[in-house]
C-alpha cells in the first residue's frame, strides 16, 4: 500500500491599485493595501489559523504519524508580517510541532526560470534566506511556482544542491504509467521527482462539495479506500492550503473532513510522510521525461494560464526585458517593485480563456476584467520605467 504525502501551496500576491494613465510619472504607490489587507485578514480567518490549529492538533495526539508540507511564498510572508503576524505565529507554531516539512520556491512566486537563469537563481536563495530567517529550516526539496517544470528544472535544480522536485503528473509524460512512484528526469543523476496525482487532488480542492459530483458527499473512509487501492510508492496529495475553508466553505463539512482523514488513512494501513522521507524512503525507479514545461493549471497543464493571449505575453516580456536596467541601477526599493510585478498572478488575471479554466481565472481575479488587469500592470510598468531613467540619470527629474 502507498505512503501519503500531503502538501500545501500558500501563496498571496501583492494586488495593483486601479493604476490609470494619469498616475503615470506622478505615483510611486502602485499596490493595493486596502484589498491586500482585507484578502489576508479573509484568508486568515476562514483558513489559516483554523485549519493551522487543526493540523497542529492532529500532528500532536498522533505523536508524529501526521505529516504535512508546505510551501510559503515570500510574498505571502511579507503580508503576514505586515497585516497579521498572528497568521505567521501560528505557521511557527504548527512547524515546531515537529511533523511539518517547509518546501523551497520562488520568493516572488514567478515564472523567473522561463526567462532568467540568474533571477531564478536570486529569488531561489531570497526564500531560503527568509525561511532560515523566520523558521530556522532550509529546505531539501524545491516546488516551482504552479509546480512549472521540465526536464531543464530538474537538471538545474540539482544543481542547487536540492534532493527532490515536485511535478505535475501528467498524463500525456507518464504513457500510462502511475504518478505514485518517485522518478528520475533523464537530464539528471541525483535528485528524484515527485509527481502530484491530480484526481485524488483535485478532489479534496475542487470536487469536494459539488453536488453534482458522483462520489458527493466524499467522507474519510471513503477516500482512504480509494488511496489504499492506489498502486506505487507514495500518493502526492497537492493543493492550496485555501481549498481548507476559503473555497470550500467550513459549512461544507471540510474541517470535520480532514480531522478524520488522519485516522482514516492510518486506520486503512497507510502511513503519512513529507517529501523528504518519501525520497529517504523510496528509489527513483522510473525516468519521468519531460522536455515541455508543464504546470498543474487548467486543463492544459502547461504555461498558457499566463501566457496564452497577447496581453500577457506582452506583459511577462517587457517586466523581464528591465532586468539588465534594474541591476545596474541597483535600487533596492525598485528592484523590489521590479520582482514584485513578476508575480505569475499579475499574468493568471489577464486570462481570457472560456469555459471552465476562465470561470477559474474569474474567480481569483481581484479586477473588474482581465483588460484592468493589463492596463493597470502597463501602466504601472511605464512609472516604474521613467524611475528607472530617473535612477539611471538618463533625464532630469
Given amino acids: 500500500m502507498p505512503a501519503v504525502c500531503l502538501y500545501f501551496q500558500v501563496h498571496q500576491p501583492n494586488r495593483l491599485m486601479p493604476y490609470d494613465f494619469f ?4 505615483n510611486a504607490s502602485y499596490e493595493d493595501e486596502r484589498m491586500n489587507a482585507e484578502i489576508m485578514n479573509k484568508v486568515t480567518d476562514k483558513c489559516y489559523i483554523p485549519a493551522n490549529r487543526l493540523f497542529q492538533k492532529l500532528v500532536e495526539e498522533s505523536h ?38 517547509l518546501l523551497a520556491e520562488t520568493y516572488y512566486h514567478s515564472l523567473s526560470f522561463v526567462h532568467s537563469n540568474k533571477e531564478f537563481d536570486r529569488q531561489v536563495e531570497m526564500h531560503l534566506e527568509k525561511l532560515e530567517s523566520i523558521f530556522s529550516i532550509r529546505p531539501r526539496i524545491f516546488r516551482n511556482t504552479e509546480l512549472i517544470y521540465n526536464d531543464a528544472i530538474a537538471a538545474k535544480v540539482e544543481t542547487m544542491g536540492f534532493d527532490g522536485i515536485i511535478a505535475e503528473g501528467v498524463e500525456r509524460n507518464l504513457n500510462g504509467q502511475s504518478p505514485n512512484f518517485l522518478y528520475r528526469a533523464p537530464t539528471t543523476a541525483r ?10 487532488s483535485d478532489d479534496l480542492a475542487f470536487r469536494f462539495s459539488d453536488p453534482a459530483w458522483a462520489e458527493y458527499p466524499l467522507t474519510p473512509n471513503k477516500f482512504a479506500s480509494w488511496v489504499a487501492d492506489c498502486d506505487g510508492d507514495v500518493v502526492n496529495l497537492c493543493m492550496d492550503y485555501e481549498s481548507i475553508g476559503e473555497h470550500q466553505w467550513e459549512n461544507t463539512g471540510i474541517f470535520q473532513f480532514w480531522e478524520a482523514l488522519p485516522e482514516a488513512i492510518r486506520e486503512a494501513g497507510a502511513q503519512w510522510v513529507t517529501p523528504s522521507e518519501a525520497i529517504d524512503l523510496y528509489r527513483a525507479s522510473r525516468e519521468y521525461e519531460c522536455e515541455r514545461l508543464t504546470s498543474w493549471a487548467d486543463s492544459e497543464r502547461d504555461l498558457s494560464a499566463w501566457m496564452g493571449n497577447v496581453m500577457q505575453q506582452e506583459a511577462i516580456e ?5 532586468e539588465a536596467e534594474v541591476l545596474a541601477v541597483n535600487d533596492p526599493e525598485i528592484t523590489e517593485m521590479w520582482a514584485k510585478m513578476q508575480t505569475s498572478d499579475h499574468f493568471y488575471w489577464m486570462s481570457t480563456k472560456g469555459g471552465t479554466d476562465g470561470s477559474v481565472h474569474t474567480y481569483f481575479t481581484p479586477y473588474p476584467s482581465q483588460y484592468d488587469a493589463y492596463i493597470y ?5 511605464a512609472d516604474l520605467q521613467i524611475r528607472l531613467r530617473r535612477a539611471s540619470g538618463h533625464f532630469d527629474t
Fill in 191 to 200: 535528485i528524484k521527482t515527485l509527481l502530484r496525482n491530480i484526481p485524488l
Fill in 377 to 381: 500592470f502597463m501602466n504601472v510598468l
Fill in 318 to 322: 517587457k517586466i523581464h526585458r528591465l
Fill in 64 to 101: 508524529g504519524l501526521f505529516r504535512i508540507a508546505f510551501s510559503i511564498s515570500g510574498t505571502a510572508i511579507e503580508q503576514m508580517e505586515r497585516y497579521r503576524p498572528d497568521a505567521l505565529e501560528s505557521f511557527k507554531d504548527l512547524v515546531a510541532s515537529g511533523g511539518v516539512e
Fill in 23 to 26: 498616475k503615470i510619472g506622478e
